[in-house]
């Protein structure tokens, strides 16, 4: 599968943006999906994810009750509406997928397939 992320760009702390990421090749309805991101001089770091079933979603500390993840396997596109935005939360977006069962734990996921990245600056 290839995943084509985008949505990024530059908004004031306090906005929003959401990112899109578009799956091409079959079964993404299979596929549990994340987004992470990678601050400069930071390692990359997960953000939110989202099961198969789209019932389970997973998210970091930092971004509850701010961000929400998505999916529209119709649309083989899962999101990430980022809200109250800070400068902390500038990085570059990467979307990532990877095909499991159903009793997989979110939380464990290591991906197999990764997006180009879109880059989010947010202004103080």
């Known amino acids: 599968v290839q995943l084509q992320a985008s949505g990024g760009g530059l908004v004031q702390a306090g906005g929003s943006l959401r990112l899109s990421c578009a799956a091409s090749?079959?079964?993404?309805?299979?596929?549990?999906m994340g987004w992470f991101r990678q601050a400069p001089g930071k390692e990359r770091e997960l953000v939110a994810a989202?099961?198969?079933?789209?019932?389970?979603?997973h998210y970091v500390d930092f971004v509850k009750g701010r961000f929400t993840i998505s999916r529209d396997d119709a649309k083989k596109t899962v999101y990430l509406e980022m809200n109250s935005l800070k400068p902390e939360d500038t990085a570059v977006y990467y979307c990532?997928?990877?095909?499991?069962?159903?009793?997989?734990?979110?939380?464990?996921?290591?991906?197999?397939?990764w997006g180009q990245g879109t880059r989010v600056t947010v202004s103080s």
């Open positions: 990532a997928g990877k095909h499991v069962i159903m009793t997989t734990v979110l939380e464990t996921i290591s991906y197999d397939y």
């Open positions: 090749g079959q079964m993404f309805s299979r596929y549990a």
């Open positions: 989202i099961h198969r079933s789209g019932r389970d979603t």
